[in-house]
């Protein structure tokens, strides 16, 4: 195989499958929980550790008032608190309540079930080749390049 069939066959493979993912756990958060992308979005910023309105507009590429309507939004269903940071008093800090970890868990969770009903009928040697498959891929682009 060449590299350019590689990369064909990268491009034929890892798009598709994100998107049909990344739409599926969309779908869950918006049908199932009722958040729009932008607040799934925060609370899977939050619970990463972005723990400022700033850093999630900044990670997520939103303006900063849309970063902060989504946390009004999910502050009101008690998805997120705010809590004053005390070193500087003009910084408001964020978390995950309870409810709003049990939500992201819950939404994950669905998540893995759909990818467990597609895998399953993959043999075992199958599955195997994908892991080492997919292992390999995740070194190679976690190596650092120029």
């Known amino acids: ?10 491009w034929e493979s890892i798009p598709p499958v994100w998107r049909q993912t990344r739409a599926y756990i969309r779908a869950v958060a918006a049908e199932r929980f009722g958040l729009t992308v932008e607040q799934f979005q925060a609370l899977r910023r939050i619970r990463k550790g972005y723990d400022l309105v700033s850093g999630l507009a900044e990670e997520g ?15 009101r269903r008690k998805l ?13 800090r964020l978390s995950l309540t309870a409810k709003g970890e049990q939500t ?3 939404i994950y969770a ?7 009903e597609r895998f399953r009928s ?9 892991v080492r498959a997919l292992s390999l891929l995740r070194d190679v682009f976690a190596s650092p390049k120029s």
Not at 80 to 92: E, G, K, M, N, Y
Not at 124 to 129: A, H, L
């Open 122 to 130: 993959l043999s075992f040697g199958q599955s195997q080749e994908i």
């Open 61 to 75: 590429r939103l303006s900063r008032s849309q970063a902060s309507r989504a946390v009004d939004a999910l502050a």
């Open 104 to 106: 992201l868990s819950a």
């Open 1 to 10: 195989m060449t590299e350019s069939d590689l990369i064909d066959v990268f």
């Open 110 to 116: 669905e998540t893995e079930i759909w990818l467990g």
């Open 80 to 92: 997120v608190t705010r809590l004053p940071d005390a070193a500087d008093r003009r910084h408001v």
